[in-house]
């Protein structure tokens, strides 16, 4: 089964930046589009940024400019390269798998555990 492991989560103030990690197994990592949800208490899960195989990226409006996904295939790994953040992005962010098509990410079956990311004022 895919196994999907998220690390780079933490504590940081408003303003600040993240990097999270997500890294993929028992997964042809490089045909797969991936992508990075997250999860506010109380809120529904939402898509931060999807990222095909090809490198095309896609992002939520509330982080554009701000946020940035990107692969390195050759460590089965998908990033997101978090700046400036505010309260808002307070959430858990996810790990998926899925399909990128028409210019956007769909979500597929195999998610990570998550990281927390809280930003304080």
């Known amino acids: 089964q895919v196994q999907l492991v998220e690390s780079g989560g933490g504590l940081v103030q408003a303003g600040g930046s993240l990097r999270l990690s997500c890294a993929a197994s028992?997964?042809?990592?490089?045909?797969?589009?991936m992508g990075w949800y997250r999860q506010a208490p109380g809120k529904q899960r939402e898509l931060v940024a999807g990222?095909?195989?090809?490198?095309?990226?896609n992002y939520a409006d509330s982080v554009k400019g701000r946020f940035t996904i990107s692969r390195d295939n050759a460590k089965n790994t998908v990033y997101l390269l978090m700046n400036s953040l505010t309260l808002e992005d307070t959430a858990v962010y996810y790990c998926?798998?899925?399909?990128?098509?028409?210019?956007?990410?769909?979500?597929?079956?195999?998610w990570g555990q998550g990281t927390q990311v809280t930003v304080s004022s």
């Open positions: 028992r997964i042809i990592f490089s045909i797969h589009a």
């Open positions: 990222i095909s195989s090809r490198g095309s990226t």
């Open positions: 998926n798998t899925g399909a990128y098509y028409g210019g956007s990410y769909y979500s597929g079956d195999y």
